[in-house]
C-alpha cells in the first residue's frame, strides 16, 4: 500500500496519462482512503467503506489506463471485466464471482513476484548449483566443478546447451458443470500428481543463459512458503484490490431488456452483492469483497447512470467525466508521457542500430491524422494513434536489420505520404487505419 498523497498519485500517474485531471483526482482520493482506513483501530476500521468511482467518458480516453496505473502504483491487484461479458447466452448469474477469483490469482502473481524477489539472492546461488551438475554432473571432482563455476561466473558458458529439470506450471482447469466456483474448480493435472505424490517437472533443453530465467524462478518457489503467500494474497486482494467493470452503460436500462442472454438488469442484480460486501469462495480460500475498489466505466451515450439500479447507483458515488481528447492531448501523448509510442519506437529501432527522429511537424501531422479519422471513421480515441503509427513506422520497421548505424528522420511530408493519402479515403481507412 502506497503513501503517496493525492497529489503524488496524481503526479505519478501526469507521468503516464494527459490530462483527465478529474479522473486522478477521484482515484487518488480513493486510494488515500485505503491508506487512511489501514490505519484506523477496529472497530471504525471495519465501517468505512470504499467509496466506488463510476467513470463516464468516450472510448480510449485513459479510463481503464488510469486505473490500471494506479493500480501498478499501489502494487495493487487489478482486473478489468467488461460487464456486457455477463449478458453473453450460456452466463449463469453466480459467474460474476469469477471476477474476484481472477483477482486473487492476480493478488498470488503479485505476492509471488514480490517473495521471490526476497529470496531471490539464495535462489540464484541454488540455480548455479543446479546449471553446474547439468554441466559437469554431480559427481564432478570440486576442482572441475569449481573451474566451471568459474567459467560460468565470466559468462564464457552462456552459449551452451545444457538439459534442466524445472516445475511443469502448466495444468488446465475445468470449471465442472453444475459445481462453479471452490469445490468446481479442480486442477487435473495437480490431483493427478498429488495423487502419486509427485512433483510435476519437465525436462528442457536451453543455453545455459536463458536457464537461469526458470531455474531461478523454480528455486525461488521452492524457497517459499505457500501458505503464507496465499495468505497473504488473500489479504491483498480483500483490502487492495481494484476491479475495473467496463461498459457499465450496456448493462443500464434504456439499453432494451433481454438480448439472447441474462438481460441487463439481471446482471446489475448479479454484479450489486460483490459491490456491496459479500463473501466470495475461491479455491484458495474465502474472500470478502466489502474493501475492495470497484470502477465502472462507459460512455453512457444511450443510457444515463440514473438508469442503473438505484442500489447500484448508490455504490458508484463518485462520478467523473472524462473528457474526448484534442489534437493538443495527441501531441502531448505522442512526446510527453513516459511511454509514448515514440519513445517506444525509438528504443526499438535502436536494438538495430538505428537512429530513429521525428520532427516538430511529423508529430503535428500525426496528431492531425489521428483526430481526423477520429472524425470521419469512427472515433476510438487515443487508440487511433497506434494504428497510424503502426502504419508510418511500417516500412522502417521492416527494413531496419539492413539499417544498421542510419539515422531515419521522419517529418510531416513523411508521415503524409505514408498515412494521410489513404486517410483521404474514408472507405480505405476503416481497414487500414
Ligand atoms: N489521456 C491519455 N493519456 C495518455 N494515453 C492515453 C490517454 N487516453 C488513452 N490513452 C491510451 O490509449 C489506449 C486506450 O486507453 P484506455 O484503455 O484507457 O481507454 P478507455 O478510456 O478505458 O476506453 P474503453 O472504455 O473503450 O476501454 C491506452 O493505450 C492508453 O495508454
Known sequence: MTHFSPREIVSELDRFIIGQNDAKRAVAIALRNRWRRQQLESPMREEVMPKNI?????????????????????GAPFVKVEATKFTEVGYVGRDVEQIIRDLVEDAIRIVRDKKREAVRAKAHANAEERVLDALVGKNASPATRSSFRQKLRNNELDDKEIEVEVADSGGQQFDVPGMPGQIGMINLSDMMTKALGQERTKTRRITVSQSYEYLIDDESDKLLDDEELVAEA??????????????????????????????REGVQR???????????????????????LFIASGAFHVSKPSDLLPELQGRLPIRVELRALTKEDFRRI?????????RQYVALMKTEGVSLEFTDDAIDKLADVAVKLNSEVENIG???????????????????????????????????SSVADIAQDTDLSRFIL
Open 334 to 342: 505522442l512526446t510527453e508521457t513516459e511511454a509514448s509510442l515514440i
Open 382 to 416: 487515443a487508440r487511433r494513434l497506434q494504428t497510424v503509427m503502426e502504419r508510418v513506422l511500417d516500412d522502417i520497421s521492416f527494413n531496419a536489420p539492413d539499417k544498421d548505424g542510419e539515422t531515419i528522420t521522419i517529418d510531416a511530408d513523411y508521415v503524409q
Open 234 to 263: 488473500l489479504r491483498a486482494a480483500q483490502e487492495d484490490g481494484i476491479v475495473f467493470v467496463d461498459e457499465i452503460d450496456k448493462i443500464a436500462a434504456g439499453n432494451q431488456g433481454m438480448q439472447g442472454g441474462v438481460s
Open 270 to 292: 448479479d454484479l450489486l452483492p460483490l459491490v456491496e460486501g459479500t463473501t466470495v469462495a475461491t479455491k484458495h480460500g474465502q474472500v470478502k469483497t466489502d474493501h475492495i
Open 54 to 74: 463510476l467513470m463516464i467518458g468516450p472510448t480510449g480516453v485513459g479510463k481503464t489506463e488510469i486505473s490500471r496505473r494506479l493500480a501498478k502504483l499501489a
